[in-house]
């Protein structure tokens, strides 16, 4: 509501992922849009989700638990028994130090999520995609935005999706839009 758009698939990508949609007419579907169990990954070896057992899903791309597998891959060692919230401040203290194994990290989510929005606009009709959660904060944020927008401009022209992220200023109003919005229960 606070866009003024309709057909926005919302994303939360922080502990899992998060997800809510508003079709083209405006309204909630009357289904739920959890998207951290839907495959995203259909090759064979693509990392397990130790919840579900199922391979590839969103959860192991777009969430902590996403940073988490890919830090050691991109070079970046942390203890084993640091929790998925501290290693993603770790990540997020190297990107703002300017480390180059962070930026691998925040972009190989970046054009993950690219490839993944344009799969998801095969299930869902989206305007807008509005990218959310403490995986998108600081400069990698910035960096996963770009990659996403980069992979559909170059492999997807005839998508037109904007990527976009709150500012606090749209966080506090959505909220309050939100709350004044909800039915009253009798």
């Given at each position: 509501?606070?866009?003024?758009?309709?057909?926005?698939?919302?994303?939360?990508?922080?502990?899992?992922?998060?997800?809510?949609?508003?079709?083209?007419?405006?309204?909630?579907?009357?289904?739920?849009?959890?998207?951290?169990?839907?495959?995203?990954?259909?090759?064979?070896?693509?990392?397990?989700?130790?919840?579900?057992?199922?391979?590839?899903?969103?959860?192991?791309?777009?969430?902590?638990?996403?940073?988490?597998?890919?830090?050691?891959?991109?070079?970046?060692?942390?203890?084993?028994?640091?929790?998925?919230?501290?290693?993603?401040?770790?990540?997020?203290?190297?990107?703002?130090?300017?480390?180059?194994?962070?930026?691998?990290?925040?972009?190989?989510?970046?054009?993950?999520?690219?490839?993944?929005?344009?799969?998801?606009?095969?299930?869902?009709?989206?305007?807008?995609?509005?990218?959310?959660?403490?995986?998108?904060?600081?400069?990698?944020?910035?960096?996963?935005?770009?990659?996403?927008?980069?992979?559909?401009?170059?492999?997807?022209?005839?998508?037109?999706?904007?990527l976009m992220a709150?500012?606090?200023?749209?966080?506090?109003?959505?909220?309050?839009?939100?709350?004044?919005?909800?039915?009253l229960l009798v």
């Amino acid at each position: 509501m606070s866009l003024g758009r309709n057909a926005v698939l919302g994303v939360a990508m922080g502990t899992s992922v998060a997800a809510g949609y508003v079709d083209s007419e405006g309204k909630l579907t009357h289904w739920l849009s959890e998207l951290a169990f839907v495959p995203v990954d259909y090759r064979a070896g693509g990392p397990l989700d130790e919840w579900s057992g199922d391979q590839g899903c969103a959860v192991q791309y777009f969430s902590q638990q996403a940073v988490g597998r890919l830090l050691p891959l991109a070079g970046i060692h942390l203890p084993a028994t640091l929790p998925l919230p501290e290693k993603l401040e770790e990540l997020q203290c190297l990107m703002a130090q300017g480390d180059l194994r962070a930026h691998k990290v925040y972009k190989t989510i970046g054009i993950a999520l690219g490839y993944t929005v344009a799969h998801f606009a095969s299930f869902y009709p989206i305007s807008a995609l509005l990218i959310m959660g403490r995986v998108t904060t600081g400069a990698g944020g910035d960096l996963i935005i770009a990659q996403a927008q980069g992979v559909l401009r170059d492999e997807f022209p005839e998508l037109r999706i904007d990527l976009m992220a709150p500012n606090e200023k749209d966080k506090r109003h959505a909220q309050a839009i939100a709350a004044a919005s909800l039915p009253l229960l009798v």
